[in-house]
């Protein structure tokens, strides 16, 4: 099958779902956050060619390569738990044109609506921002210490306003959007609300650093205060989140065919099965916090979900249009939802050293940069320990 036929459904999954009453938003926002992963495809020499490879100090021509990736990267929405677009492109291809590409195709999905687009570092570029200008969006974006250094290292707070004039010879590194050059021609001048904040952790000797973390938005300081803007970029992490329930729940890298298109199918139709179970996992937290009066925040278990909506060919319902099995199956899912919520534990992404685990993570700690940290075994259990 046209891998072509999966990105349609995607699509077409968005435009039905957004024109209907269930979308949720924040104060009346859609939070959409962009983001960018790898995925390993199948290895074999077409496959190398179609996906091709990034050049480096042990990688000089093909007969170097050892694995075979595919740049991947989606525009997920937060609120509702579903990638509005997803795309795979080689190896050696960028995150910025990616994001430019996602946010032309969901332009007339959310037109008219109020957005709020969140992002890491590598989106912090001035045609980004100048495109989402005019797109009429709001953003929140981490910024990278030389974004804009001449404008920051003027602030006198850790909340102020910045005017970013974008001269000729900046306006030419502008590639990928015509509007945002058109919009800078007219308006030279950027204003970017930039926030600070220190940010503590432990490095790998054991010492304790601080690092300086910064955040562009246009939204007002009178209706979205610091903290607030915090928040929601940290609500950016669901994405991730996401790439990580696909990676290991859904095995998104392990193909039934050693075929690209096979493989990119296999990708995309597990996005598309990623949508659906998001969408109920998100009406599911919704209903429990509603629910819930012993004072704690449950959510539900994502694996658990997919789980069921798996075994009860919940698939097969839609497929056929059985609009009265649908409305069953949801129904007894609600009815599981104690079984498969679980507790949130406050603060539990900073406890790192003196974890008990049951295997080594495969997973990486990222912000201060501790790849797979080491363990220790002690009274028959795995403990994390520093390195």
């Not at 050696?92 to 570092?121: C, M, N, W």
């Not at 590598?122 to 804009?148: D, M």
């Not at 990119?264 to 996992?281: D, M, P, S, T």
Request: net charge positive; charged share 30%.
């Amino acid at each position: 099958m046209n891998p072509n036929v999966f990105i349609y459904l995607i699509h077409i999954f968005s435009k039905i779902y957004y024109s209907s009453q269930l979308p949720k938003d924040y104060r009346g926002y859609y939070l959409i956050a962009e983001d960018g992963t790898y995925v390993e495809i199948p290895y074999n020499v077409y496959n190398a060619y179609d996906f091709q490879f990034c050049l480096g100090k042990h990688v000089h021509d093909i007969f170097d390569v050892k694995k075979i990736q595919s740049k991947a990267g989606g525009l997920y929405d937060v609120m509702n738990g579903l990638f509005v677009d997803f795309s795979m492109k080689p190896a050696p291809y960028s995150e910025t044109p990616l994001a430019f590409e996602h946010l032309y195709r969901t332009q007339k999905i959310f037109e008219g609506k109020k957005v709020i687009y969140l992002a890491d570092r590598y989106y912090g570029s001035a045609e980004i921002i100048s495109h989402l200008e005019y797109l009429n969006y709001n953003y929140i974006i981490r910024g990278k210490k030389y974004f804009y250094k001449k404008q920051v290292a003027l602030m006198k707070s850790d909340d102020e306003w910045i005017n970013v004039e974008i001269d000729k010879k900046w306006l030419k590194r502008f590639r990928f959007s015509n509007e945002a050059i058109q919009i800078r021609e007219e308006k030279p001048v950027i204003r970017i609300r930039v926030i600070k904040k220190i940010f503590k952790y432990i490095n790998q000797k054991g010492e304790e650093c601080k690092e300086e973390l910064i955040y562009f938005t246009n939204l007002d300081s009178q209706q979205f205060s610091t903290e607030e803007i915090l928040q929601l970029y940290s609500m950016r992490w669901d994405i991730e989140v996401s790439y990580k329930t696909l990676k290991t729940t859904l095995e998104l890298e392990r193909f039934i065919s050693e075929d690209g298109d096979a493989a990119r199918n296999c990708v995309y139709g597990k996005v598309l099965f990623h949508n659906i179970a998001g969408i109920i996992r998100k009406e599911l937290n919704k209903k429990i916090s509603r629910d819930t009066t012993d004072g704690k925040q449950y959510v539900t278990n994502i694996t658990q979900l997919q789980e069921m909506v798996y075994e009860t060919n919940f698939l097969y319902s839609i497929i056929n249009g059985k609009k009265t099995q649908i409305k069953q199956k949801i129904e007894n899912i609600v009815k599981m939802i104690n079984k498969i919520k679980v507790p949130v534990r406050p603060n539990r992404h900073y406890k790192r050293w003196g974890r008990v685990i049951v295997n080594p993570p495969s997973y990486r700690f990222r912000l201060d940069g501790r790849n797979n940290p080491k363990v220790k075994s002690f009274k028959h259990v795995l403990i994390t320990v520093a390195p």
